[in-house]
Each structure stands twice: as C-alpha cells, then as structure tokens.
C-alpha cells in the first residue's frame, strides 16, 4: 500500500486549498485516516482525523476551517483548507492506521500561506 499525497502550494492568506491523499489499493481493514503537519523547527501534529465510523477530530487551530473527508470509491481521502492563515504554513502528510496497529504515511505536501 502507497499514500501519495498532493494539493500543496502557495496561497495567500484567507484562501483555500484542498489535500488529497490517494491509496494505491482499497485499504479494507483501516481504523482512522488522518492530516498531520509539520512546520519548520517543529514537531509533526495531528490536524484532522476520520474514523471508520465517520467521526472526526480536529487540532483546536483549525477547527471551523479545515474538513476532513473521503471518497471509498476512488481510496482517497481528503482536508479541505479554508480560511488559512500563514501559520498553517508547513509540510502536510496524510497517514492511514490499520487494524493491528500498522499504518501508513504518505511522502508529504507542502503548503505555504503568504500574508
């Protein structure tokens, strides 16, 4: 199982971006698919995640901003970014966790908000 994440790039503040992050084969037995970024002199945290269930949970920066969602159909998932602000800057990388404990990382896209 591959994560190829995309959707990055430069946008002003206030502007939107979506993320995409597509599996390359059908991930049956997942637990949650998450965002997680990494500005620099940082450490990677957890932005939004999406349990099997359906529900989600959102780092209090981003609440009210960011939706997290997926399409089963096409094994991707995704993190609408609205409203963002340069201190979203940062590498995003989207990660799935397996049953079991096993999970998945994703190589990364970097955004970047200009003020």
């Known amino acids: 199982v591959q994560l190829q994440a995309s959707g990055g790039g430069l946008v002003q503040a206030g502007g939107s971006l979506r993320l995409s992050c597509a599996t390359s084969?059908?991930?049956?037995?997942?637990?949650?698919m998450n965002w997680y970024r990494q500005a620099p002199g940082k450490e990677r945290e957890l932005v939004a995640s999406l349990a099997r269930g359906g529900s989600t949970n959102y780092a209090d920066a981003v609440k009210g901003r960011f939706t997290i969602s997926k399409d089963s159909a096409k094994n991707t998932h995704y993190l609408q970014m609205n409203g963002l602000k340069p201190e979203d800057t940062a590498v995003y990388y989207c990660?799935?966790?397996?049953?079991?404990?096993?999970?998945?990382w994703g190589q990364g896209t970097l955004v970047t908000v200009s003020s």
């Open positions: 084969g059908t991930i049956l037995r997942y637990t949650t």
């Open positions: 990660k799935v966790d397996i049953i079991g404990g096993t999970h998945y």
